[in-house]
């Protein structure tokens, strides 16, 4: 199992960055997918997954209506529409899956939200 992640990057805020991941080495289309995310000095959180069909989507309520979780099985790819960028989304992103009972990360991909 392979996750990549990119698109992060520096942004002032209230702006826009689409991040994604490349999955490969599973059936992608057969697992849900995550986003966590974690700040310097604080835990990581969860804050966005998509089941595999793509038809159900979950935020933490820190994202709701700000952050968009969707996916593309012909590309293997996750990818995050992030909007209204606050300082306080600085953090490095995560894609995750769970397969066979295991949790996989990427390396993550750093957001930062600054003027």
């Known amino acids: 199992v392979q996750l990549v992640e990119s698109g992060g990057g520096l942004v002032q805020p209230g702006g826009s960055l689409r991040p994604s991941c490349a999955a490969s080495g599973f059936t992608f289309s057969s697992y849900i997918m995550s986003w966590y995310r974690q700040a310097p000095g604080k835990e990581r959180e969860l804050f966005a997954a998509?089941?595999?069909?793509?038809?159900?989507?979950n935020y933490a309520d820190s994202v709701k209506g700000r952050f968009t979780i969707s996916r593309d099985h012909a590309k293997n790819t996750v990818y995050l529409q992030v909007n209204s960028l606050k300082p306080d989304d600085t953090a490095v992103y995560y894609c995750?899956?769970?397969?066979?009972?295991?949790?996989?990360w990427g390396k993550g991909t750093l957001v930062t939200v600054s003027s």
């Open positions: 995750t899956v769970r397969f066979k009972g295991v949790e996989y």
């Open positions: 998509i089941t595999s069909a793509g038809g159900i989507t």
